[in-house]
């Protein structure tokens, strides 16, 4: 059973974490100061038992190690700059309920002037609360690495002035798409991993998931929110099926659609639903609406395929984006024929050059017309692209399917 | 906080620019000066010369070598800077938006405080 002190590290992190560094001024220091209040927790509460308001004690507790380091490590700190709040330091009383200062180090973590892989760990590490090297076996890098990252991502919050608010009304569409970036990012690297072995991360799909129930609990008011949480929620929702026993790849139309998750799909379409109620459509939308028109497909049979590729083509002029043609163009070949798909091919190789789904789209359209030739030269070339042993073992298969 | 803006461009299209060309973009410093001035915000600036006037001094064992140029050959060059008081890196950010230039490197400045 998981240690009361474990649980409760986990249910209040993120909370507890942007409460200290508000009133500090500092991430590290509250970093610092709740692994003390955790460590005293885990040897205390097995000996007196587990307080009344677990937050409540790992805060005060807290408050008192970071204390305790300031007085001893003075001269050592005076000389660290101290976050940016832009607010006078409000004492917060113990007799209320523990504000929630997330949304803030959400924002913070998420800054458009930090590198993307760092938004990521911090984003992970604080508002999450995942050890540190847990972040570093989920994106298979050295604890040591990813501490160096970290590191020096809170020296750039610190020394320039990243804010640690949330942004002003007209900044905040541009900010939150970044934050949104940032779970989708999570989300993407755990649904098709781009390295190693394994195809799929579930536990970065399934932190992501995570995070993004935490962004809407924030901004419930959001629709984009809602949109990548559907969108989430309802590719997530097809992990069992999409890996088979030996850890192969299951296409879609292949998947043995009992094991999907449903009440997952049923959650998502929720979700969509809800989003949909506004006016106007987004990426996250238009994805979401994708996901939900697979989900929704009693057998690969029935997929709606001109809706999907309609879809994928309002996508593309909204985003540009070559990959998006590149699954419009796979989309058309299902409603309207493979020739069709492979015209929509055509002038993506420079954009998409070292990326392994081209040929690979291109060599299945090609065996479907019959073209055996071209489909054997376009397997060859999307194998010697292919990031991932399954991957590769997928596209060895087929290319032997054609004889 | 205190940073620096640090312009950087092509000294070509400086050097190629006509009259009119120059007269507006020292308007538009114009107006950005106004700008940061009315928000109590400007503590300095200047305009560099262009790098074919510069000479980069290296120390060398016990000597110094100099050279005839700026110290990194690149197609875009430092033109000049300012220097900005704001409240946090949005604000400096803010700043590097509404300057004239297509590049604007944003470096806060080391402040000393008595202890």
């Given at each position: 059973?998981?240690h009361p002190a474990e649980q409760a590290y986990r249910a209040h992190y993120?909370?507890?974490?942007?409460?200290?560094?508000?009133?500090?001024?500092?991430?590290?220091?509250?970093?610092?100061?709740?692994?003390?209040?955790y460590?005293?927790a885990?040897?205390?509460w097995?000996?007196?038992?587990v307080p009344?308001?677990p937050a409540?004690w790992l805060?005060?507790?807290?408050?008192?190690?970071?204390?305790?380091?300031?007085?001893?490590?003075?001269?050592?700190?005076?000389?660290?700059?101290?976050?940016?709040?832009?607010?006078?330091?409000?004492?917060?009383?113990?007799?209320?309920?523990?504000?929630?200062?997330?949304?803030?180090?959400?924002?913070?973590?998420?800054?458009?002037?930090?590198?993307?892989?760092?938004?990521?760990?911090?984003?992970?590490?604080?508002?999450?609360?995942?050890?540190?090297?847990?972040?570093?076996?989920?994106?298979?890098?050295?604890?040591?690495?990813?501490?160096?990252?970290?590191?020096?991502?809170?020296?750039?919050?610190?020394?320039?002035?990243?804010?640690?608010?949330?942004?002003?009304?007209?900044?905040?569409?541009?900010?939150?798409?970044?934050?949104?970036?940032?779970?989708?990012?999570?989300?993407?690297?755990?649904?098709?991993?781009?390295?190693?072995?394994?195809?799929?991360?579930?536990?970065?799909?399934?932190?992501?998931?995570?995070?993004?129930?935490?962004?809407?609990?924030?901004?419930?008011?959001?629709?984009?929110?809602?949109?990548?949480?559907?969108?989430?929620?309802?590719?997530?929702?097809?992990?069992?099926?999409?890996?088979?026993?030996?850890?192969?790849?299951?296409?879609?139309?292949?998947?043995?659609?009992?094991?999907?998750?449903?009440?997952?799909?049923?959650?998502?379409?929720?979700?969509?639903?809800?989003?949909?109620?506004?006016?106007?459509?987004?990426?996250?939308?238009?994805?979401?609406?994708?996901?939900?028109?697979?989900?929704?497909?009693?057998?690969?049979?029935?997929?709606?395929?001109?809706?999907?590729?309609?879809?994928?083509?309002?996508?593309?002029?909204?985003?540009?984006?070559?990959?998006?043609?590149?699954?419009?163009?796979?989309?058309?070949?299902?409603?309207?024929?493979?020739?069709?798909?492979?015209?929509?091919?055509?002038?993506?190789?420079?954009?998409?050059?070292?990326?392994?789904?081209?040929?690979?789209?291109?060599?299945?359209?090609?065996?479907?017309?019959?073209?055996?030739?071209?489909?054997?030269?376009?397997?060859?070339?999307?194998?010697?692209?292919?990031?991932?042993?399954?991957?590769?073992?997928?596209?060895?298969?087929?290319?032997?399917?054609?004889? | 906080?205190?940073?620096?803006?640090?312009?950087?461009?092509?000294?070509?299209?400086?050097?190629?620019?006509?009259?009119?060309?120059?007269?507006?973009?020292?308007?538009?410093?114009?107006?950005?000066?106004?700008?940061?001035?009315?928000?109590?915000?400007?503590?300095?600036?200047?305009?560099?010369?262009?790098?074919?006037?510069?000479?980069?001094?290296?120390?060398?064992?016990?000597?110094?070598?100099?050279?005839?140029?700026?110290?990194?050959?690149?197609?875009?060059?430092?033109?000049?800077?300012?220097?900005?008081?704001?409240?946090?890196?949005?604000?400096?950010?803010?700043?590097?938006?509404?300057?004239?230039?297509?590049?604007?490197?944003?470096?806060?400045?080391?402040?000393?405080?008595?202890?």
């Amino acid at each position: 059973m998981t240690h009361p002190a474990e649980q409760a590290y986990r249910a209040h992190y993120g909370r507890l974490l942007a409460l200290l560094a508000a009133e500090y001024r500092s991430l590290d220091t509250a970093e610092d100061a709740l692994a003390d209040a955790y460590a005293k927790a885990v040897a205390g509460w097995r000996d007196r038992g587990v307080p009344a308001n677990p937050a409540a004690w790992l805060l005060t507790v807290a408050r008192n190690a970071a204390t305790d380091r300031l007085r001893r490590d003075a001269t050592a700190r005076r000389k660290l700059p101290l976050l940016v709040t832009g607010d006078q330091d409000a004492p917060f009383t113990d007799t209320g309920p523990i504000p929630d200062e997330r949304l803030r180090l959400v924002f913070t973590c998420c800054h458009p002037a930090l590198a993307p892989a760092a938004r990521v760990a911090l984003t992970l590490r604080y508002v999450t609360g995942l050890r540190t090297r847990e972040i570093a076996r989920m994106f298979l890098v050295g604890e040591a690495t990813m501490a160096a990252r970290l590191t020096r991502a809170k020296k750039k919050i610190a020394a320039a002035g990243v804010p640690y608010r949330v942004p002003a009304a007209a900044d905040l569409p541009a900010r939150l798409d970044t934050v949104l970036h940032v779970v989708y990012l999570v989300f993407t690297e755990g649904y098709r991993a781009t390295e190693g072995t394994a195809l799929t991360r579930d536990e970065l799909s399934h932190e992501a998931v995570r995070l993004a129930a935490v962004v809407a609990e924030l901004m419930p008011a959001e629709r984009d929110v809602s949109a990548l949480r559907a969108l989430m929620l309802l590719q997530h929702a097809r992990r069992d099926a999409r890996v088979d026993d030996t850890g192969g790849l299951v296409r879609l139309s292949d998947q043995d659609r009992t094991a999907w998750h449903r009440d997952e799909i049923a959650h998502g379409l929720e979700l969509l639903a809800h989003a949909l109620r506004g006016t106007g459509e987004s990426r996250y939308l238009l994805e979401a609406q994708i996901a939900a028109a697979h989900a929704t497909a009693g057998k690969a049979e029935d997929t709606d395929w001109a809706h999907i590729a309609a879809l994928y083509a309002r996508l593309e002029r909204r985003t540009g984006s070559p990959v998006v043609r590149l699954n419009r163009a796979v989309a058309v070949a299902e409603a309207d024929g493979p020739a069709a798909g492979l015209a929509l091919l055509t002038g993506l190789d420079e954009a998409l050059a070292g990326h392994h789904l081209l040929p690979a789209a291109r060599a299945e359209l090609h065996a479907r017309l019959g073209e055996t030739d071209d489909a054997r030269t376009a397997f060859t070339a999307a194998i010697a692209l292919a990031g991932t042993d399954t991957e590769r073992r997928w596209l060895t298969a087929r290319r032997e399917l054609l004889g | 906080m205190k940073y620096a803006l640090l312009i950087y461009g092509n000294e070509k299209n400086w050097a190629e620019a006509d009259d009119a060309a120059r007269t507006q973009a020292y308007a538009e410093h114009g107006r950005f000066g106004a700008l940061l001035a009315e928000r109590g915000a400007m503590r300095g600036g200047e305009e560099l010369a262009a790098t074919d006037s510069a000479t980069t001094v290296r120390a060398a064992g016990d000597g110094f070598v100099l050279t005839d140029g700026p110290y990194a050959e690149t197609s875009e060059q430092l033109g000049g800077f300012y220097l900005v008081e704001a409240a946090d890196l949005d604000e400096a950010i803010e700043y590097a938006k509404a300057l004239p230039g297509d590049l604007v490197e944003v470096r806060p400045v080391v402040e000393y405080t008595e202890q």
